[in-house]
């Protein structure tokens, strides 16, 4: 049995996402700038559903039932969190990390397979929905948006990829720092990862939702669907359950990438962030989009902001 029931989310930020600082990484960083295109969307569908190779967080997913009760909601408050992480200031990151671990707490239980307890706030678990978030959004810029990130970017990438893991609670010194020890890390954990029936169904629902769900999300999920298996080795595709026909492979990618390169204006990088996800992402991209200079035009460390916005210091000052 599970010790919640509920749905793990935070609720939207009272706060415009930029007011008192750049946050983490800042204007011209590969982090802003990858985590922004539209190219997002594709690897956030592909990220959700690798998360379901971590057999606890299939069980802690399943358990809590967000993605069957509130597809749209579940994926919306799952994104705009990633996107709080890479460009909203200090205060605003801070805030959303520690409400959701207070709510991760709660979302405890058994996994059936191994009989063993688990918790959404488990290191490895948190590293795992790290490591795949970070790898799959720059993947999917890569190959459907304006490619490769110079040497010097992508290093920086990597390193701002160690740093944003500072709000979870896995160890900064697990994350990998390069493509190569992304490599590596997925070989290291690949033994623990495993499909089951809970798992697959997940899966098959991120990637392909109902229509009682709602027909924008139906069509938005099927037509996204093939470019995120595009991307996924075939060890993947199989064990998930999901590998397509090889004539998709090569008729997808020419086809995203020309759709892709059409989302110039805002507004239309707006409409793809409200209609594709949700409305809470729309509103933090439209406040990227427009945020003037913050009161403190500088980066900052998580300890840093923690120091100054965590419930510690609220709680002491």
């Given at each position: ?9 935070f ?5 415009t996402?930029r ?6 990484f ?5 982090t802003?700038?990858v ?44 994104f705009?969190y ?22 991760h ?7 059936p397979?191994?009989?063993n307890?688990?918790?959404?706030n ?5 590293l ?36 944003a893991?500072e ?5 900064p ?14 070989a ?62 090569a ?8 759709a ?27 406040e990227?989009?427009?945020?003037g ?25």
């Amino acid at each position: 049995m599970t010790a919640t029931t509920s749905r793990p989310q935070f609720d939207a930020p009272a706060r415009t996402i930029r007011e008192v600082d750049y946050g983490f990484f800042g204007p011209g960083s590969p982090t802003w700038k990858v985590w922004t295109a539209p190219t997002a969307l594709i690897g956030f569908q592909r990220a959700v559903t690798l998360e379901h190779f971590d057999p606890d967080l299939t069980a802690a997913v399943a358990d809590v039932g967000g993605i069957y009760s509130d597809p749209r909601g579940r994926l919306d408050h799952t994104f705009a969190y990633f996107l709080i992480a890479a460009v909203a200031d200090s205060r605003m990151a801070i805030e959303a990390s520690e409400h959701l671990m207070r709510v991760h707490a709660k979302a405890t239980g058994i996994e059936p397979i191994s009989g063993n307890r688990y918790s959404a706030n488990n290191p490895d678990s948190q590293l795992w929905i790290h490591v795949t978030g970070w790898h799959s959004v720059l993947k999917c810029y890569e190959m459907y948006g304006p490619g490769p990130l110079s040497a010097a970017e992508e290093r920086r990438y990597w390193a701002e990829c160690v740093i944003a893991a500072e709000l979870q609670t896995c160890k900064p010194s697990d994350v990998p720092t390069s493509r190569a020890e992304v490599r590596d890390y997925f070989a290291q954990v690949r033994p623990r990862l495993c499909s089951s029936e809970r798992a697959r169904q997940g899966m098959h629902y991120l990637l392909f939702t109902p229509s009682e769900k709602g027909m924008k999300l139906w069509a938005g999920s099927r037509l996204v669907a093939p470019a995120a298996i595009a991307t996924l080795p075939e060890w993947m595709r199989v064990t998930g359950g999901f590998d397509q026909a090889a004539v998709l492979d090569a008729a997808y990618p020419p086809a995203v990438r020309a759709a892709m390169s059409a989302l110039k204006s805002d507004r239309l990088k707006l409409a793809v962030a409200r209609h594709g996800i949700g409305q809470m992402t729309g509103r933090l991209l439209a406040e990227h989009m427009r945020a003037g200079v913050p009161v403190n035009p500088v980066t900052v460390t998580p300890q840093q902001a923690k120091a100054l916005y965590g419930r510690k210091s609220s709680s002491s000052a």
